[in-house]
């Protein structure tokens, strides 16, 4: 009896230990409070907590969450779980890598994912925890390069700049816009810092769409599911207040509701312009202040969703403020 208990012990010490090391090696492969903005074809990536951030190695190389970075550049991802490997696809090109392992396959051939000076580095595809789950993380470049992209690299001030473009150009057609909505045909919630009834109906909008808490905070909050038909789901738009480097941040609230169901969005206005449909199953985009606006300017966006049989607008106008805005 006495053995087996120090049998028993034993296997919990060696637990605890083994633990500890999975811990210890990935605090020691990443360098922390690292800032990075990375944008894709001019369009900023919004990482999250649930998603995951860039992060860098003590190697000084940049790793980034493999999903949201690919999907933002238009390619499709997929999982195994069993087999621990990740796929990324576009038309002409797959990639697959195996969590640990330093190399991928390129339309089957294999390569290492890391290269320095035109030798082969020992940077391995990992899963990293998030909020949540984990997510598979892999060198920046390697994906990007992969799939024919030109990636861009500056630091200053210590942020990381990333810029990436994919070098697809798409031939623009006028697209038919099947119906406008505005602000008037809108549920709308102002929630304003310390109004505690504006807060008690914004997580309850959160609790119902499952949209994280994390996200939630004051603004505005452009609720459309009254305009709901038959074969196409409304949006809840979440306008935050300012932030940060962010003049404001714009969320869909029931983006659980589109995922799987092929809807695309794009947004518009003076500052900036998104010519590309993007997937809507993670979309989320900041504001920078960088890219022009003044507190008291007053702006037109112009939201658009479509699936593969309408395409609907929401615009709104905003007066810029120095931390509320005016939304109409």
Not at 119 to 135: F, I, Q
Not at 182 to 190: P, Q, S, Y
């Amino acid at each position: 009896m006495y053995s087996h208990k120090k049998h028993l012990i034993l296997l919990a010490l060696i637990l605890v230990v083994i633990f500890s090391l999975s811990i210890v090696s990935y605090g020691e492969e990443f360098f922390s409070h690292e800032s990075f903005h990375v944008k894709i074809n001019d369009e900023e990536v919004s990482f999250t907590d649930e998603l995951g951030h860039p992060k860098l190695t003590n190697t000084n190389r940049t790793m980034v969450p493999l999903r949201i970075i690919s999907e933002n550049m238009g390619y499709k991802v997929g999982w195994d779980s069993k087999e621990q490997v990740a796929t990324v696809e576009s038309g002409k090109t797959k990639i697959a890598l195996k969590i640990g392992e330093n190399v991928a396959f390129v339309n089957g051939k294999k390569v290492p994912i890391d290269v320095q000076d035109g030798k082969p580095v020992d940077t391995k595809a990992m899963l990293v925890p998030v909020k949540g789950s984990s997510r598979t993380y892999v060198p920046l470049r390697f994906i990007s390069e992969a799939m024919g992209a030109e990636v861009k690299y500056e630091r200053k001030d210590g942020v990381n700049y990333i810029e990436i473009n994919t070098g697809e150009v798409e031939v623009q057609e006028e697209e038919k816009v099947d119906e406008v909505i505005g602000i008037k045909d809108a549920k709308v919630l102002v929630a304003r810092s310390g109004d505690k009834n504006a807060s008690k109906q914004y997580i309850e909008l959160a609790k119902k769409y499952e949209f994280p808490f994390i996200a939630l905070g004051p603004g505005h909050y452009l609720d459309y599911k009254q305009n709901q038909k038959s074969g196409f789901i409304e949006p809840v738009i979440q306008i935050s207040d300012s932030y940060g480097d962010k003049w404001f941040a714009l969320s869909i609230v029931n983006v659980q509701e589109y995922r799987g169901k092929g809807y695309e969005v794009k947004i518009e206005s003076k500052y900036f312009k998104s010519t590309d449909w993007k997937s809507i199953n993670y979309w989320g985009h900041g504001f920078a202040k960088e890219y022009g606006g003044k507190v008291g300017e007053t702006l037109k966006y112009e939201i658009s969703i479509r699936n593969e049989n309408k395409t609907k607008t929401y615009p709104f106008v905003i007066t810029l403020g120095d931390s509320e805005h005016i939304i109409e």
